[in-house]
Nanobody, 124 residues
């Protein structure tokens, strides 16, 4: 089991940037694919992106492709979400999660460990 804690959220103007961090504890982190999801008020949780266990492959939702970048540092047990050119529609609580599988997946049911979330608010 992996324990996850997100940080780095906040209030930013449209066009600005934020970097979220997800600190992990647990011996399986370095072998786990890690995902980012978000949930806006009144909406379902949405897949943002995924990075494989060694950082060699990343996958993104079309809505964030070209603006968001996921990276990881296994030596620090941390995964990052760099968010650039933020838009008001990016406003949500952002969660990191550890996948149960080595294959790429965007289904939230495939993720067994979740952080508590961090709020990102983008003003227009």
């Amino acid at each position: 089991q992996v324990q996850l804690v997100e940080s780095g959220g906040g209030l930013v103007q449209a066009g600005g940037s934020l970097r979220l961090s997800c600190a992990a504890s647990g011996r399986t982190f370095s072998s786990s694919a890690m995902g980012w999801f978000r949930q806006a008020p009144g909406k379902a949780r949405e897949f943002v992106g995924l990075i494989n266990w060694n950082g060699g492959s990343t996958y993104y939702a079309d809505s964030v492709k070209g603006r968001f970048t996921i990276s990881r540092d296994n030596a620090k047990n941390t995964v990052y979400l760099q968010m650039n050119n933020l838009k008001p529609e990016d406003t949500a609580v952002y969660y990191c999660a550890a996948s149960r599988w080595s294959r790429p997946t965007s289904a939230s049911s495939d993720f067994g460990s979740w952080g508590q979330g961090t709020q990102v608010t983008v003003s227009s």
